[in-house]
């Protein structure tokens, strides 16, 4: 049993920062790229960044400069430093952690439940 439960939403004024959390527990045996994606209202789920198990990240072109994912691999957790908001940030962001829970196992994807961010004055 694989769980990932996100934290640090909530409303902000425009310009503002907030800082997501999202931690993997249970049966796991090695996480490879974590990642955020948000999904606004009429909208599809985006890649928002993610970060290979090595650092190596990547961004959507929207929060390039004004987001920073970071990764603490002993804790299994992924971060997104989230500044400068604006109002079109404004979506539920979803954790996704890509896992083995055993040396034998593929690799396959967990989702958490999301959190609210909500931007406006």
């Not at 090695?30 to 909208?43: E, V």
């Not at 929207?62 to 404004?90: H, P, W």
Request: charge should be positive; hydrophobic fraction near 30%; proline fraction near 2%.
């Amino acid at each position: 049993q694989v769980q990932v439960v996100e934290s640090g939403g909530g409303l902000v004024q425009p310009g503002g920062s907030l800082r997501l959390s999202c931690a993997a527990s249970g049966s796991i045996f090695s996480i490879n790229t974590m990642g955020w994606y948000r999904q606004a209202p009429g909208n599809q789920r985006e890649l928002v960044a993610d970060i290979t198990r090595d650092d190596t990240t990547r961004y959507v072109d929207t929060v390039k400069g004004r987001f920073t994912i970071s990764r603490d691999n002993a804790k299994n957790t992924v971060y997104l430093q989230m500044n400068s908001l604006k109002s079109e940030d404004t979506a539920v962001y979803y954790c996704r952690a890509e896992i083995r829970t055993s040396y034998s196992s593929r690799w396959n994807d967990y989702w958490g439940q999301g959190t609210q961010v909500t931007v406006s004055s």
